[in-house]
Every structure is written in structure tokens, then in C-alpha cells.
């Protein structure tokens, strides 16, 4: 079974930057098409980018032009980078399969403050 294990997050000013890690297992970045997540308290889950295999990362509106997803295939793991904060941002990031066939992992959690 699939393990999803996301890390990097934490409490940063509005304008700030932060970076979010996925690690998974069973090769699973070199056979899934991967993506970020995030789910604001109260609200239903996001999806934020899709890391297609062997293709560039695509990012849908809801973060876009501030977010960078990079892959590392050989290391079954996934970075997320987050610029420009704002404190509507705070929520809890996840990755997963596009669409999400796994597990959701814990989660984590970012916190923007104003």
C-alpha cells in the first residue's frame, strides 16, 4: 500500500515563502501522476498542481504564479514551493494521485498570519 508523507509545513508572515515535501513509496512518482492538495478549514479539499509523469507541472488558478512543483523520481518524492503567502492560504497541503487514488497521508499544516 501506498504511504504518503507530506512535510515543510508551519507558520509564516503573509508575503512569505515556504517549501512542502511528499515522500511516497513503491515507485510511485514514476507510475502515477502526482499532485498538491489543500483543504482551508471548513472548506472542501483543493487540488493546487498536477505533476504529470515525464511532462512539465501544471497549476490550476487557485495558487497559480506562486507555486513551483518539482519531482524527484529517483527519490519517489515531490517538493512544493509557495511564494507570496497570504493568510487565506492557511490550510493543511496534501499530496496525492491526480486524481487522488491513495490514502490521504496526515497532511501539513501552514498557518499565514497577517
Known amino acids: 500500500q501506498v504511504q504518503l508523507v507530506e512535510s515543510g509545513g508551519g507558520s509564516v508572515q503573509a508575503g512569505g515563502s515556504l517549501t512542502l515535501s511528499c515522500v511516497a513509496s513503491?515507485?510511485?512518482?514514476?507510475?502515477?501522476?502526482m499532485g498538491w492538495y489543500r483543504q482551508a478549514p471548513g472548506k472542501q479539499r483543493q487540488i493546487l498542481a498536477t505533476?504529470?509523469?515525464?511532462?512539465?507541472?501544471v497549476y490550476t488558478d487557485v495558487m497559480k504564479g506562486r507555486l513551483t512543483v518539482s519531482v524527484d523520481t529517483a527519490r519517489d518524492s515531490m517538493v512544493l514551493q509557495m511564494r507570496h503567502l497570504k493568510p487565506e492560504d492557511t490550510a493543511v497541503y496534501y499530496c496525492n494521485g491526480v486524481p487522488p487514488i491513495y490514502s490521504w497521508g496526515q497532511g501539513t499544516e501552514v498557518i499565514v498570519s497577517s
Open positions: 505533476a504529470p509523469r515525464g511532462s512539465e507541472p
Open positions: 513503491q515507485n510511485t512518482f514514476s507510475r502515477t501522476a
